[in-house]
Structures are given as C-alpha cells and as structure tokens.
C-alpha cells in the first residue's frame, strides 16, 4: 500500500533545549486572545524566547493588526539567524481551551507542512490538551498521491516543550491510526478491491502482536445474502468478510467489542445508478467505515485495554454489470431475515446487516459498534462536522458524546423514530430496505431502524459517517479527503471500558 509519511513527534522539557536552541528550524509560541487584546503566553519557551533573541513581544505583535490572537491565527518572525533560527511563530492559542489548541496545532503544521524543520512547539502548556495539539500537528500536514516523481523533503519534526511524553505517545498511536484508515480511504477503486483490503489487513496484523485476520470468500459466504447480493456486481474478486481480532491471552474473559464497518470499495449505486454523476466521485471513499474499524483494531496492541475487540469489514463493490442484483430482488441476510430490494444504491445497510447478524449470532458482543457512511441525509441534518449516532443506550450515548468531543470525532445522539419502523414493511418480504411504505422521509433515521432489526437485544451503536468520513477541502485536522474519522473515538472508548 501507499503510505504517507507523518510527522516525527516527540516531547522534551530539557531546558538545555532553550539556551542552545541547536538544531531547530523554528519556535513557536502562543498568543492569547484576551479583553485586552493579544498576549503573549507566560512560559518557560516565550520567556527564554524574549531574553535570547531580545525580542519585544508586544511590539512585535502590535505591528500586524490584524493579528487577534484567535486560535488558527500565525504570524512568523525572523529571529536570531545567527544562531541557526532563522522563524519564530506566533500561534493564536484563543483561549488556550483543548479545542483552540487543536486549532492552533492545526495551524502550525500547515504552515509547515513539507518544509523538513525541526520546530520547537511551545503552544500547548496543559497535559489534557496536548494529545489533541500533537495530533493536529500531524493530521493537517497528511498528503497521499501515486505522482511517480517523488519530492524528497524529510518529513517535519516537532518538539513539543514540556513533560509531555506520555501524551505525545498516545497521540502517535492514533494518528497512526488514522494515517492508515487515510490511506486506504485515499487508495483508488481499481486498486482497493475487496482481496485487496484483506491483505492489507494481513500485512498490517502480521507487524502486530495479539492479532488475527480470518478472510471469508466464495462459498464461505452462502449465507451472507447481502454481502453477495451487493458484490456479486463485480464477481472478480468478489466480496469478502474481512475479520480481525484483538484476542490476548485471558482475554476469553474480558468484555467484547464487536465492530463492524461498511467496506464498500466503490459505490456506483448498481441498477439504482448515482446520478448526477459528480456524485459518484467521492465514492471511492465509501469503505471509511471499514477502514475505521480496522485501525481501531489494530491500535489495540499499543493500548493494551482488558477488552477483547473484533473488526468485521463487510467489503463489496456496487457495480453496474450484469450480474448487479436489481429493484424487486429479494435476499436473504445471514439472520435468515428476507428483504426486498428496491434500490439498489442502498446498499450499505445489506451488507452491514449480515455483519450485524453474524456478530449476534455467533460472537456474543457486549457491545456492538457499526459505521459506515450510510446515507447522503445524515449531512443534510448535521453538516460534516458530526456523525449521526444511533442507540437505546442513553448512557452510551452521552459518554461518546463526551468522548467524541475530546477526541476530535464528535458525534451527536439522534432519535430512532419508532413511529417510522411500519416504512420498513414488505408486501413479499420480512422487510423493505428503504422503508418504501411510509414516505417518512428521514433517511438517516429510518436506515438506522433498518439495522436495528438485525441486532436483537445488544447493546448497540450505529455511526452514520456520511458526512463527516470526507472532507472538499483543507480544514482544521482534515485535508481534502479520506478524513479517518472514527478511530479516535473508538479506542478513547475501548480505553475507558
Ligand atoms: N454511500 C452512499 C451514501 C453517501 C452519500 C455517503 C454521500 C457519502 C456521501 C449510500 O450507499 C447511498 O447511496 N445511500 C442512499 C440511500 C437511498 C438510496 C435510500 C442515499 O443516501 O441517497
Ligand atoms: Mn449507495
Ligand atoms: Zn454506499
């Protein structure tokens, strides 16, 4: 696979760091919004920075007007050549909250994206904002491209100042994790088939210790109905059941987690063509939630939770060819449930029920978790910024919602509408897939209820990630793209149970 290369991060509080000041390409330091305008951070950084380079802050800052202090705001000063400095960066911190330091951690490493400096990062002076700082810092410098000719430029160290490294270490392993969830989002069609992401997934488990990969295909698949019925479209290689496990010893006790992502490699709406066009483009991008659950699970041997957790990626391509299912098939999912088809660009929800169904049936979650970028209404409601999140458990739902806040993914509790479940029913079927009867509108909602038939009495949760698993443009953490949404929030999950 494609790999793009992050950021080095590390963290030091040697103090010798500040009088030497060898090796550094730039230092950068925060600025507070306040009442009276913008205000230098106290720190031991600034500090040193004013007495060695004999620089007046507050002048420096009172030159550029327009700079208030506002997180994501950077000015950047010439300093102390001489010594081999040649920038110091003044980064609006706002009100030095978690958020505004992940938008000034955002900030700094755009500015310095591709640039190969070793920065001094004297931004963040709190421990419970710097996971978030440190992980922008190398979210926002994320590029992915299969141009042969390669510019060599050594990837951006940065130095986060302070005692800090246990914090930093959590923050390499998920912007590992979500630099891989990126990449494979990034990766074209005609790469990523389903046999595809199944060796990927080997290879990335073969680096790791406590975790298996188990790959379903052909007639190890008869009872997937929607998982053939969807990838049947495109028979060579077929679709393919992707599972991998976190299962170390003794874990046999432990609670299970139980994940299942949608895993479409292409997603052309089948018979049930995407029309306009251009709305087919970004569809490459609809096995994110796959995507999401496999880096979550593959982050497990660095975290080291007393949780036993299980991937399913349900991978197929909806293809427009003759051997496409069609409007009025009907199927059978993994449960023995029957559903009439009526159009086939739904077709997430078929190949997650089975997923659904399987774990029930045969793994025994505790917890059932599934996310997939299920449908177009979910960012009508919430925009890009939050995922829809579905479930019974309220108490779930309000610790993810906390969670999802820290970690960057938010996520927001939507209602499953009871009164909409009767759109569901089938004059020739247990059910419709696309709750035909009511015209309830809500899409969103009523794919939700879909799901929920195939779960029983689990305690489950459904992220709706349409929305928030691609970004159109360079914004914050997420570069235009495959944004690896998700395994943030997953593991600070696994993390806390
Ligand atoms: N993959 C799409 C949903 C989607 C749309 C994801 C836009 C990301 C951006 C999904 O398979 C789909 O086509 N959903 C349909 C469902 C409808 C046919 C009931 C939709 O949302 O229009
Ligand atoms: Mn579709
Ligand atoms: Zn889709």
């Given amino acids: 696979m494609k790999k793009a290369i992050a950021p080095v991060l590390h963290s030091s509080h040697d103090s010798k760091l500040l009088e ?7 230092i950068a330091i925060g600025v507070k919004l306040t009442e009276k305008g913008p205000i230098a951070q106290s720190s031991l950084v600034s500090k040193s920075v004013i007495d060695h380079f004999d620089v007046n802050l507050e002048t420096e800052i009172s030159l550029w007007p327009d700079f208030t202090g506002k997180a994501g705001e950077i000015i950047e000063l010439p300093v102390g050549a001489a010594d081999g400095i040649a920038r110091l ?4 911190v706002g009100d030095e909250s978690r958020e505004n330091l992940r938008k000034a951690g955002a900030a700094l490493g755009r500015k310095t994206k591709g640039s190969g400096f070793t920065v001094l990062d004297g931004v963040v002076g709190k421990k419970d904002s710097v996971v978030a700082h440190a992980g922008a810092l190398a979210l926002s410098q994320y590029v992915w491209n299969m141009k042969s000719e390669v510019k060599k430029k050594s990837a951006t160290s940065f130095i986060i100042y302070g005692d800090f490294s246990s914090e930093v270490e959590k923050a390499k392993i998920l912007v590992e994790a979500i630099y891989t969830a990126r990449d494979l989002i990034h990766t074209p069609s005609n790469i990523k088939t389903p046999a595809w992401l199944a060796s990927q997934a080997q290879a990335i488990a073969g680096k790791k210790k406590d975790i298996s990969v188990k790959v379903r295909a052909g007639r190890e698949l008869s009872r997937f109905g929607g998982l053939r019925a969807v990838g049947g479209s495109s028979p060579k290689p077929g679709p393919r059941m992707i599972e991998v496990s976190y299962a170390p010893k003794g874990s046999s006790k432990w609670p299970h987690v139980v994940l299942v992502g949608k ?6 709406g089948g018979v049930s063509l995407k029309r306009p066009y251009d709305i087919m483009m970004a569809m490459k991008s609809d ?3 796959a995507a999401a659950v496999m880096s979550t699970v593959m982050a497990m041997p660095d975290i080291k939770p007393k949780v036993r957790v299980t991937a399913l990626m349900m991978c197929a391509e909806n293809a427009l060819s003759g051997t496409s299912q069609r409007p009025s098939d009907v199927i059978t999912q993994y449960d023995g449930t029957t559903v009439e088809i009526l159009d086939t660009d739904a077709e997430g929800r078929l190949v997650l029920a089975d997923g659904l ?3 029930r049936l045969e793994l025994k979650p505790d917890y059932l978790v599934d996310v997939a970028t299920l449908t177009g209404a979910a960012t009508l409601g919430l925009g890009k910024q939050y995922a829809a999140m579905y479930t019974r458990n309220d108490r779930l739902a309000k610790k993810l919602h906390e969670l999802g806040n820290v970690s960057g993914d938010r996520v927001w509790h939507m209602p499953l509408v009871d009164d909409y479940s009767v759109g569901l029913e089938s004059d020739i079927a247990d059910l419709n897939h696309i709750a035909s009867k ?3 509108s809500g899409g969103s909602i009523t794919a939700a209820l879909f799901l929920e038939e195939f779960v029983g009495e689990t305690n489950w ?10 970004s159109d443009v360079d914004a914050g953490e ?3 793209g495959g944004t690896g949404f998700g395994p943030r929030l997953l593991i600070e999950w696994i993390a806390s149970l």
Avoid: E, N, S
């Fill in 20 to 26: 030497t000041w060898k090796g550094l390409d730039a």
């Fill in 89 to 92: 960066y003044l980064v609006g």
């Fill in 263 to 268: 895993g479409i490699t292409f997603d052309t």
């Fill in 287 to 289: 096995m994110a939630g």
């Fill in 357 to 359: 169904g399987y774990a």
């Fill in 438 to 440: 009511g015209h309830f």
């Fill in 461 to 470: 949760v459904h992220l709706d990630i349409a929305g928030t698993g691609r």
């Fill in 478 to 480: 997420f570069v235009k």
